[in-house]
């Protein structure tokens, strides 16, 4: 009874103050059953299993807590090379300015803003429903609180091929600014399209995005978070695949006091396949979870998790990955891994991998290593003349290797490793 009042207490605080944004009817019926999911089950605390590891104190907070700008020495914004549309928010407002015109990108791209003024709109079956649909087993208050109250977002449909990748950047203007975005992407079948994320978005950066995969369609998503080093961030990925459909989604995180990241998949078509992979470099105080749920509800499927982190100077490392396998989904295939390199004593890694199998002709592991860099190989490398800080870092890139392969196209990839190497030479010397 102490932990449901004290629950409530925080949800009451967090709200108090804040109104639902006005909308139109098909908007405002998702936010209202949002906010009354989140009623119900309360924001979270530490005793909360899925929080126990992370503390969601700051997330939940009525104020963000100040974050100073970070001064990122002109290093060149990621994906800059790729042509891309491009649109932009400092601290969680669209600046029309500093975007491309969407259309170049020829698929239907909408802001929330606008869209949810109206009184219908094709979002209504997609908006707050993926979210809802995650709350279960496992509750996932801050996904509910942002559905109620995200400001703004995009909402894209793709009917065919994108002519070019959509690119979200998300700016921190504000040491206080506290920003919540919520966007939709529906594939109608066939359709295929890449989104990239990048940037750190505000002091306090809440985002969940929602991806209807229909059948036959392909959605790439790559996503970079960092560098400011105070921000925090929650960020919630929920989708859902059709049959013969593929998800593939990557994040590479530098940076950061904390970051919660969680995704929620659901395989419900035959012969799908959704990859989830993350790459993680944290010095000092950093604390980062991936949080990843991946429910198999349909035959012949393939998933897999590949997770890695690169810890130094007590830095915190977090994964918590479950695969459930529904009565029925046979020939399933998945695969999960979670790892973490610790360049010192006091970092720590935790993990918790799952499986839940209720199907008897499956093919699911999982497993989870944490240990220092192999001194065998750096021996090897610095008796060839390889400095060992240049050996430090040779052997960091490679423990990262297998999560940046996750990315299909070789130009964001490059990019991706590009980003890595100057962090650690920043790091590393």
């Known amino acids: 009874m102490a932990l449901a009042q004290a629950k409530r207490a925080a949800t009451e605080a967090r709200l108090e103050g804040l109104s639902l944004p006005a909308s139109g009817a098909w908007l405002a019926q998702a936010r209202g059953a949002a906010l009354a999911r989140l009623s119900e089950m309360g924001l979270p605390g530490r005793r909360d299993e899925y929080w126990r590891w992370t503390d969601p104190t700051t997330l939940a907070a009525a104020e963000a807590p100040a974050a100073a700008l970070f001064d990122d020495g002109g290093e060149r914004p990621a994906f800059d090379k790729i042509d891309r549309v491009t649109l932009v928010f400092v601290d969680g407002v669209f600046d029309a300015a500093a975007s491309d015109d969407p259309a170049a990108a020829e698929v239907e791209i909408t802001r929330l803003a606008e869209a949810g003024a109206q009184d219908i709109h094709w979002a209504k079956d997609l908006y707050g429903a993926l979210e809802a649909r995650g709350q279960a087993p496992v509750a996932r208050p ?5 559905t109620a109250i995200a400001t703004d977002g995009v909402l894209i449909r793709a009917t065919g091929k994108a002519a070019k990748p959509v690119s979200l950047v998300y700016r921190h203007a504000s040491e206080t600014s506290d920003a919540i975005l919520h966007h939709c992407v529906k594939l109608e079948e066939g359709a295929e399209l890449t989104l990239l994320e990048s940037g750190p978005g505000a002091a306090r950066f809440s985002t969940v995005l929602e991806v209807e995969v229909g059948d036959g369609a392909a959605f790439h998503h790559i996503r970079t978070q960092g560098r400011d080093h105070e921000r925090r961030v929650a960020a919630h990925l929920f989708a859902r695949l059709g049959a013969e ?6 994040t590479l995180t530098a940076n950061g006091v904390l970051t919660r990241n969680e995704t929620v998949v659901e395989l419900t078509g035959d012969d799908s396949v959704a990859h989830i992979a993350g790459a993680a470099m944290g010095d000092g105080g950093f604390h980062h979870d991936d949080t990843v749920f991946i429910t198999h509800d349909a035959e012949r499927c393939e998933s897999r998790q590949v997770f890695k982190k690169v810890l130094m100077n007590g830095a915190e490392g977090i994964f918590q990955g479950k695969i459930l396998v529904k009565p029925g989904a046979q020939k399933t295939d998945g695969y999960q891994i979670s790892q973490s390199l610790l360049l010192d004593e006091r970092s720590q890694f935790l993990a918790k991998p799952e499986l839940e199998i209720y199907a008897d002709d499956v093919q699911c592991s999982h497993g989870s290593t944490s240990g220092a860099i192999d001194e ?8 060839r003349g390889v400095p060992e800080r240049a050996a430090q870092a040779l052997l960091v890139q490679a423990f990262l290797a297998q999560t940046i392969e996750e990315i299909e196209d070789e130009a964001l990839s490059e990019d991706i490793r590009t980003r890595l190497e100057a962090w650690l030479a920043r790091r590393l010397g």
């Open 142 to 146: 801050f996904a509910a609180l942002n």
């Open 376 to 383: 065998t190989a750096l021996y090897y490398l610095r008796s």
């Open 245 to 250: 459909s593929r998800f593939k989604t990557f």
